[in-house]
């Protein structure tokens, strides 16, 4: 029952669309998009890097990005405007006891006006779409630690922490019944669509989506000698995502818990890197997560999983 967006065959008008269901039912049939713009920016980057000494640096950076706008199919929705970004990044790099060590370490902070977002909501006929539309502001700004330890010739180890607080500094999503279940206060903005009134939900001070407060990645390698020509390579890779938004509806079922995931690999190979054969596992916990959770109009709760536990072998070769 998915909808697709297809062309008419009307020979007076080809560029008419229709929305159709999976049963090739037409919905809705939609006139030629007739608005036009011209989207352009300039954008720039400055650096600056001080070496402390030959194995520590320190280095900070201001740069802005930016994102066209567009046009969609949707009645009174049919485009949406350009986005913008500044972004600070300060840091310093460092290498310690003889290269042994790698300790690098970064702050951000990112200024987001106008970032596009995706979600379903109604046009102005009442038509249910996934449309592109605009965030006023929000704010990205958190830390990470990055560490790499050769604590032998044959065993490395590394961890990364990072913290992130990502927020909505300013957010309205404008929807009408019956894509109205949103966990956010609203008010009646007095226009309506397809005769239900439009409510401006405001979730200004909401996370952004698929923003974890803390993330924590953990691995090690060792590398085990057969010989001269081959070596053994076992390798352990576990990460923990703290909980995080999956949706605009902020419903509590598009929470996805914090989790841990672990990796695992073990690979021969040959140690000139001509070949390889390695069997790996992934998802060690063996639990499917929610990945993209999504409240229908009609009340039903959606949502894609991750992968089950997987496993499997691989051969590579270079020639």
Not at 269 to 275: E, L, Q, V
Request: hydrophobic letters at 35%; glycine letters at 8%; a positive charge.
């Amino acid at each position: 029952n998915g909808w697709i967006a297809a062309g008419s065959t009307d020979q007076a008008n080809p560029q008419v669309f229709s929305l159709l269901n999976g049963k090739g039912t037409i919905l809705k049939t939609y006139n030629p998009v007739v608005d036009s713009g011209t989207y352009s920016r300039v954008t720039w980057k400055a650096s600056a890097e001080f070496d402390v000494s030959p194995a520590n640096l320190l280095y900070a950076t201001v740069e802005t990005g930016y994102r066209a706008g567009g046009f969609q199919l949707a009645e009174g929705k049919s485009s949406y405007d350009p986005e913008f970004i500044t972004a600070y990044t300060v840091g310093s790099k460092n290498r310690f006891f003889n290269n042994k060590v790698q300790l690098n370490v970064e702050g951000f902070y990112c200024k987001y006006k106008d970032q596009q977002i995706t979600y379903f909501t109604v046009d102005t006929s009442g038509t249910l779409i996934n449309s592109n539309e605009n965030a006023g502001k929000s704010t990205i700004k958190g830390f990470d630690v990055d560490a790499i330890v050769k604590a032998t010739s044959t065993t490395t180890l590394n961890a990364k922490v990072q913290y992130l607080k990502a927020s909505y500094d300013d957010l309205h999503l404008y929807t009408a019944s019956p894509r109205d279940n949103i966990a956010c206060p609203f008010t009646l903005t007095g226009a309506t669509a397809g005769g239900a009134p439009v409510k401006d939900f405001n979730c200004s001070g909401k996370p952004l989506l698929y923003s974890p407060k803390w993330t924590v990645n953990l691995g090690a390698e060792q590398v085990v000698p057969l010989g001269r020509s081959l070596e053994l390579v076992g390798n352990v890779a576990t990460a923990w995502r703290a909980s995080q938004w999956g949706a605009f509806e902020y419903l509590d079922f598009e929470n996805i818990r914090g989790y841990w995931q672990t990796d695992l690999n073990l690979t021969l190979r040959a140690a000139d890197g001509g070949w390889s054969l390695g069997a790996f596992l992934y998802n060690l916990e063996n639990k499917r997560r929610i990945a993209t959770p999504q409240r229908s109009p009609i009340g039903m709760a959606i949502a894609r999983y991750t992968a089950p536990q997987t496993y499997g072998v691989r051969f590579s070769a270079n020639f």
